[in-house]
């Protein structure tokens, strides 16, 4: 008898291998390009703040630093770009492995704080080093990524690509976080202190999520890079950061599914922003979105906490250990 997980996923690659047969509007193709992309960021943010319960307001900054090795590879090195695409990811991991080990030694806000630093740096640096980036005026001339004689040229194709890397990615994050190491990481959400009173030495089970985390944005930068052809600093910034928070928040904490749902409603809103706010307000600036996304993040804290996906359970769960913790008065 097949399980009801089963049916979900087989229905999920239905839908995902047909949409293009159906849509033919490049508009909407990439649209699903980009919530594909941000979907990537967005599950190993998840691993990060869900599963071992630390926050990270830089994940743009890992974004940016895939997309730019890539960028940087293929058009200064001309190396191929397959193999910019494998290896860009190497260095907001080793980035991610190098700082995570003293910024992932604070907690709660602290740790919100030590990242959203870091993400402003690397934004700068992606400004101001425009002998190398290109600056506020971007990196032009990126190829288009090809896998052997087939050039990915095309939306459709990219699509695919796109989607399949994140079936994959998903695939990967359910077996981790049903093996031992997945288990430890939700023992440190539960209590820190517990877990390091097992002998079980969480600074190094944290830093392993950090990277992995970094190491997803990388991934997502460098595909990013070859499908627009250009970049420029502005993707990279920390509204983008806030919005991968969102999305894992917005989905459901400590799940599979929930940061896809969660950028799929970014993306959508998003996009339904940029049509609404000229019809409605012509005169509102682009800080109009952040202002939006903070009143959904408001919102979302106050009335559904756990998320769209996660179980009732879960709130529980998470009160509980901030009454442990003396975050409620």
């Not at 032009?140 to 994959?168: A, E, H, M, N």
């Not at 539960?190 to 999520?209: C, P, W, Y």
Request: glycine content about 10%.
């Amino acid at each position: 008898m097949v399980s009801r997980n089963s049916c979900c996923r087989l229905l999920f690659c239905g839908v995902i291998v047909s949409l293009p047969l159906i849509i033919k509007s490049t508009y909407i193709l990439g649209i699903l390009i980009l919530i594909a992309l941000y979907a990537i960021v967005a599950e190993g943010l998840g691993v990060l703040m869900g599963y071992a319960g630390q926050v990270s307001f830089g994940q743009a900054a890992f974004y940016g630093l895939g997309a730019y090795t890539a960028a940087i590879l293929a058009t200064r090195c001309h190396l191929p770009p397959l193999l910019c695409l494998v290896v860009a990811p190497v260095l907001p991991t080793l980035v991610a492995l190098i700082i995570g080990r003293s910024i992932l030694r604070l907690r709660e806000h602290y740790l919100a704080l030590a990242t959203l630093g870091f993400g402003i740096l690397v934004y700068a640096l992606f400004k101001e080093f425009a002998g190398l980036t290109g600056g506020p005026s971007g990196l032009t001339g990126i190829p288009y990524l090809s896998l052997g004689p087939f050039i990915l040229d095309r939306d459709w194709k990219y699509y695919y690509l796109v989607w399949v890397i994140l079936s994959l990615v998903l695939v990967s994050i359910d077996n981790l976080t049903r093996s031992p190491v997945g288990r430890a990481f939700r023992a440190i959400h539960a209590s820190e202190k517990a877990t390091e009173a097992a002998g079980i030495d969480t600074t190094t089970l944290k830093v392993q999520a950090f990277g992995l985390s970094a190491c997803l944005a990388g991934l997502a930068g460098a595909l990013y890079a070859f499908w627009v052809t250009f970049i420029s600093p502005s993707p990279f910034s920390f509204t983008a950061s806030v919005e991968f928070v969102l999305m894992v928040v917005i989905g459901g904490l400590g799940t599979l599914w929930g940061p896809l749902l969660g950028a799929a409603i970014i993306v959508g809103l998003t996009e339904f922003l940029r049509w609404a706010v000229r019809i409605i307000m012509p005169e509102a600036g682009g800080e109009f979105e952040i202002i939006f996304f903070g009143l959904i993040f408001v919102l979302i804290m106050l009335f559904r906490p756990q998320g769209l996906l996660a179980p009732r359970a879960f709130q529980g769960a998470t009160t509980g250990k901030m009454e442990e913790e003396g975050c409620l008065r």
